[in-house]
């Protein structure tokens, strides 16, 4: 009698695990270089005044980017949050579009979604 329980509860356990994991979503962001062989307009990019950074595949990270110029989509829709001179923001980009902000002295990037 007890042997059919344990095995029942650890079919339980393990089928609950494995549903518990695949609805954990993947958050697969990654920084790429911008100039590597891959053209840099297929990425999102966060052009800061000095230089740039580059991020591929879908999920969100938290970043603390500073003096940012423009933000690009790339192949990507993008969900840009930041701060200009003390407020809060946010734009969403879809594919192919930019934005220029008209102070980059005083925009920092501080999240990123690529969906």
Request: aromatic share 12%; with cysteine; charged share 15%.
């Amino acid at each position: 009698m007890r042997k059919p329980f344990v095995s029942a509860l650890l079919a339980a356990a393990i089928s609950f695990g494995m549903v518990g994991a695949s609805a954990t979503p993947a958050a697969a962001i990654n920084t790429v270089d911008c100039y590597g062989s891959m053209p840099w307009y297929e990425f999102a990019v966060v052009m800061g005044v000095d230089n740039w950074h580059c991020f591929a595949n879908a999920g969100t990270v938290d970043v603390h980017i500073g003096w940012v110029s423009s933000l690009r989509a790339g192949n990507n829709v993008v969900l840009y949050d930041f701060t200009d001179r003390g407020g809060r923001g946010a734009i969403t980009l879809q594919r192919g579009e930019s934005y220029r902000f008209p102070d980059a002295a005083d925009v920092t990037v501080t999240r990123i979604k690529i969906y």
